[in-house]
């Protein structure tokens, strides 16, 4: 059961402990998946545009294309980095969820749904995209006033005194990009967060990331760190424990007594359908010390097998990928958990306020939120 918050990097090490909730790697599941299929949609649609044929996509990546050092058209690039932005924001919708879960758990009730947790994102979640967008607009307009003095200076000698005369302004808005920059970061790391504990617009996200980017960012430096190297913890036993699961399962259902060999040519086939990537050889060792090398190793060549262990295959193939997804659900939801923990924290010595004031925490029974629900 949570205790009293600490309001100190304490509390996000328990953010593992919190993490590991049917709810919210299920909803980080939802989102991975959501996140993904549009990702792989207009990664295909931006490689297919670059002049790659379809078939040659999926021999090389499957399901998921991982183009590194690929070349994009610009018709191509732009469809490439419309779903990586796209499958960002779904990724923060999650993550908002996750973090509205969370948040109520923290405040006793145990008993938030699922789909009410969606539907607070759905509903709350349009400062996630309009927060960053107004920061990214705000640069754009200082960069577009930089091209114009850029354009005046061209002028014959007057244009020379413009520039002389414009410089040190030039400076303090080249500075001042630099600080939105910083800005939009702390926005995207804590915006969910912000969202999951009050009822916030756009306005109140933006003071709330760039009064802890002024105040509090030594903090929020510190516990961005605790927050990662709590997630990889994590995410290296989670990561051990299913890989010793599909071990065991390998084993049992590989013996002479089960399906011997005919197991194994499963598993090829499953492992064909896995994307190839040079991504992958820096995670090597990383995942070689985890033992689960062997389980996401792509088969290059299709085994030739009968139709009935094929359709065996790509079923442990969608297996396998729903492994891959929990495993990045529970990294995510660490992840989100950690934010939220951190985000409380900041709002306790930033502002003095205690979004989990214990005249607010308490236990909530399965039978009191049937009886809320039936009064909503």
Known sequence: MWHKPTYTFKDIFRAMKLAFSVKKIWVGMLGFIVATTFYSAFTYLGLIVSGTYFNEIWRVWHFIPLPVGESFTTPGMALFVFGIVGATIILLYTQLAIAKITFEQLKGNEFYEIGKSLSYALKKGSPIIFSPFTILLIIALFLAGGFILGILARIPILGKLILI??????????????????????????????????????FDVLFESFSTLNEQIHRAFFYEIMVFLTAGIGTSIFIWATGRAVWIMEKVFGSQLALGEKYYLIEKVALYYFPQSPLFIRLES??????????????????????????????????????????????????????LLSYL??????????YLRD??????????????SGED
């Open 359 to 372: 005249s607010d925490i308490k236990v909530i029974t399965h039978e009191s939120e049937n009886k809320k």
């Open 345 to 354: 924290a900041i709002a306790k010595h930033k502002d003095n306020i205690e």
């Open 286 to 339: 990383w995942l070689s010390s985890l033992g689960v090398v062997s389980i996401i190793y792509n088969i290059p060549e299709m085994v030739h097998v009968s139709k009935e262990l094929y359709i065996t295959g790509v079923f442990f193939a969608i297996f396998l990928y729903l492994l891959l997804f929990m495993v990045l659900s529970y990294a995510y939801s660490i992840v989100s958990v950690g934010h």
């Open 165 to 202: 005369l414009f410089t040190p302004f030039s400076f303090f808005a080249s500075f001042f990009i630099i600080y939105m920059v910083l800005g939009l970061v702390v926005t995207l790391l804590f915006a969910p967060s912000i969202l999951a504990s009050q009822d916030a617009d756009t």
